[in-house]
């Protein structure tokens, strides 16, 4: 118990001695009685100050203490909240699972020919870049979203994470042999605004191409 809680005691009984001193020094003795029995009231009112007194500050104490949590729970339910929306989004863009390269036997005639114009595409955009230089999978799927977007999204239902089309991407680019050689690893931003690795190529000449 803290000091200042022993305040009322003091305050409390101070009085009761000092005024039973002077009861009893100048009261007759069949007056002590009552005079006892007003001592007795008023010491426990005293107590029952002291125990509102105790009780309040526990209380005091318990409402700031539960207070961080208050807003630590609302925080972390708002952070679900915009985690579901994520997760929707997420599902509404990568719906569809992985029914092409090797998930299934026998793919749909219509999802082989989106993916036929996929590889087509992109073994175009390799064309047009320059022979003798160097260029990574993130420099082909943003040249997929600027000139050919529609292409792009067609095929992104096909796979269950942006990380798996884009190691699709890079495969396909990778099979151009005829086109580019391996040139070990890139470390570039990609279409989330953020650095990560990828695979290099090197545009083959175009003497190297005929070959």
């Given at each position: 118990m803290?000091?200042?809680?022993?305040?009322?005691?003091?305050?409390?009984?101070?009085?009761?001695?000092?005024?039973?001193?002077?009861?009893?020094?100048?009261s007759?003795?069949?007056?002590?009685?009552?005079?006892?029995?007003?001592?007795?009231?008023?010491?426990?009112?005293?107590?029952?100050?002291?125990?509102?007194?105790?009780?309040l500050?526990?209380?005091?104490?318990?409402?700031?203490?539960?207070?961080?949590?208050?807003?630590?729970?609302?925080?972390?339910?708002?952070?679900?909240?915009?985690?579901?929306?994520?997760?929707?989004?997420?599902?509404?863009?990568?719906?569809?699972?992985?029914?092409?390269?090797?998930?299934?036997?026998?793919?749909?005639?219509?999802?082989?020919?989106?993916?036929?114009?996929?590889?087509?595409?992109?073994?175009?955009?390799?064309?047009?870049?320059?022979?003798?230089?160097?260029?990574?999978?993130?420099?082909?799927?943003?040249?997929?979203?600027?000139?050919?977007?529609?292409v792009?999204?067609?095929?992104?239902?096909?796979?269950?994470s942006?990380?798996?089309?884009?190691?699709?991407?890079?495969?396909?680019?990778?099979?151009?042999?005829?086109?580019?050689?391996?040139?070990?690893?890139?470390?570039?931003?990609?279409?989330?605004?953020?650095?990560?690795?990828?695979?290099?190529?090197?545009?083959?000449?175009t003497?190297?191409?005929?070959?």
């Amino acid at each position: 118990m803290k000091k200042y809680y022993l305040a009322p005691v003091f305050f409390t009984l101070f009085p009761v001695v000092s005024f039973a001193n002077t009861a009893f020094a100048e009261s007759e003795t069949r007056n002590r009685l009552f005079i006892i029995i007003i001592i007795l009231l008023i010491f426990f009112i005293g107590l029952l100050m002291i125990a509102i007194h105790i009780l309040l500050a526990l209380r005091r104490k318990n409402d700031s203490a539960a207070k961080p949590m208050e807003e630590l729970d609302y925080t972390l339910l708002y952070m679900d909240e915009a985690g579901a929306e994520l997760k929707e989004l997420y599902d509404e863009i990568f719906s569809a699972p992985a029914e092409i390269d090797g998930n299934v036997d026998t793919p749909s005639h219509e999802k082989r020919s989106k993916f036929m114009e996929l590889e087509k595409t992109i073994r175009k955009l390799v064309v047009d870049i320059p022979a003798g230089l160097f260029f990574d999978v993130h420099v082909i799927v943003e040249k997929l979203l600027q000139e050919h977007d529609g292409v792009y999204l067609t095929n992104v239902g096909q796979y269950t994470s942006a990380a798996q089309y884009h190691a699709k991407i890079s495969t396909i680019i990778s099979q151009e042999t005829a086109l580019v050689e391996m040139a070990g690893k890139s470390y570039s931003k990609n279409i989330h605004e953020k650095f990560s690795e990828c695979h290099l190529f090197k545009r083959k000449s175009t003497t190297a191409a005929k070959v």
